[in-house]
């Protein structure tokens, strides 16, 4: 079950306040009890519930958009790893070719899921040999 809103709460007050004011035209202004105020106000929460549900299920059926699709094949798949494996790179050994090298990775990663332009062959972002370090990394 969806945690209830401030907005659901709101429009199940709004909701509540005009059943009563309904109610209590229908029966010639008599006060309403609090066991009637409450059942309209359960009424309320369970029309609410339904519409959340509803809207869930129509939300949850739609097909996934083209770059989610993309994001989730194996090219995007491979481009995201590429970009996480250079920010780590980068993170844990900074250098300006590694930043450069995840800016790069990374912009790829963003073109291909949202354009679907796949990346020039040899951009240089590929991953370093584990075996073959940097010229710099040998430089320390």
């Not at 059943?19 to 059942?39: G, K």
């Not at 083209?66 to 494996?85: F, K, N, P, W, Y």
Request: aromatic letters at 2%.
């Amino acid at each position: 079950m969806a945690k209830p809103t401030a907005i659901g709460i709101s429009i199940t007050a709004i909701i509540a306040a005009i059943a009563l004011v309904v109610v209590m035209e229908w029966r010639d202004d008599q006060p309403v009890s609090a066991d009637e105020t409450e059942d309209v106000v359960l009424q309320g929460d369970l029309n609410m519930q339904r519409m959340q549900e509803t809207l869930t299920d129509q939300i949850n059926s739609r097909p996934p958009s083209e770059a989610q699709q993309r994001m989730e094949s194996e090219t995007g798949l491979a481009l995201s790893r590429r970009c996480i494996q250079w920010t780590e790179l980068q993170e844990s050994v900074p250098s300006d070719e590694h930043r450069e090298n995840r800016d790069r990775a990374c912009e790829e990663f963003r073109d291909y899921v949202e354009t679907g332009a796949l990346p020039v062959e040899d951009s240089g972002s590929e991953l370093p040999d584990e075996e073959s370090p940097s010229e710099e990394e040998t430089a320390r």
